[in-house]
Antibody, heavy 121, light 108 residues
Framework: EVQLVESGGGLVQPGRSLRLSCAAS????????MHWVRQAPGKGLEWVSG????????GYADSVKGRFTISRDNAKNSLYLQMNSLRTEDTAFYYC??????????????WGQGSRVTVSS | EIVLSQSPGTLSLSPGERATLSCRAS???????LAWFQQKPGQAPSLLIY???SRATGIPDRFSGSGSGTDFTLTISRLEPEDSAVYYC?????????FGQGTKVEIK
């Protein structure tokens, strides 16, 4: 059974940093691209970032480029999102999402339950 | 970036009726890399359709997708009460990947 478990969310002040983690199980992690998608309270979905199976192809939404860094550790079956210079508009549920194959341009086949990030003073 | 516009914003129909949801892209979607997701309150989204018309594993055949280029449609042929949800389209052919704003389907 595929499982994606996010952790690391919480309340943080504007300008500070936070690191999200996603522990994957139930599938061969390094056979798939992985993504982060967020959803602000009461709003729609926004793709944040994605990473190919080897980590050599990465993409970011313009809203987070230069502030967020995605990475993965295939030996640990884990995905990460380092979020720096956080803004109030980064407040959202952050979902870890499994792609459909190794490449970045893949559909989003399975979603974790999400981790809440609140940026507020 | 490719902007996806969904219509209508809300659809209110009775069980057994047909629902037609539209997703229009600001430019052509590469290789019909267009997906549809269903999100129920308090839950994570789940994949319904990928490649514009292929059903994901376990999705009932009352859900179907069609379209190409800039115009795509999700059809629910016979609405069930459990289909009450918000539906999002998403393109994954160009970066950044983008989502539509969603269509809320209400069952009367």
């Amino acid at each position: 059974e595929v499982q994606l478990v996010e952790s690391g969310g919480g309340l943080v002040q504007p300008g500070r940093s936070l690191r999200l983690s996603c522990a994957a199980s139930g599938f061969t992690f390094d056979d798939y691209a992985m993504h982060w998608v967020r959803q602000a309270p009461g709003k729609g979905l926004e793709w944040v970032s994605g990473i190919s199976w080897r980590g050599d192809n990465i993409g970011y939404a313009d809203s987070v480029k230069g502030r967020f860094t995605i990475s993965r550790d295939n030996a640990k079956n884990s995905l990460y999102l380092q979020m720096n210079s956080l803004r109030t508009e980064d407040t959202a549920f952050y979902y870890c999402v499994k792609g459909s194959h190794i490449w970045l341009h893949s559909t989003l086949t399975f979603w974790g339950q999400g981790s809440r990030v609140t940026v507020s003073s | 970036e490719i902007v996806l516009s969904q219509s209508p914003g809300t659809l209110s129909l009775s069980p057994g009726e047909r629902a037609t949801l539209s997703c229009r892209a600001s430019e052509s979607v590469t290789a019909s890399y267009l997906a549809w997701f269903q999100q129920k309150p308090g839950q994570a989204p789940s994949l319904l359709i990928y490649g514009a018309s292929s059903r994901a594993t376990g999705i009932p055949d009352r859900f179907s997708g069609s379209g190409s280029g800039t115009d795509f449609t999700l059809t629910i042929s016979r609405l069930e009460p459990e289909d009450s949800a918000v539906y999002y389209c998403q393109q994954y052919g160009s970066l950044p990947m983008t989502f539509g704003q969603g269509t809320k389907v209400e069952i009367k």
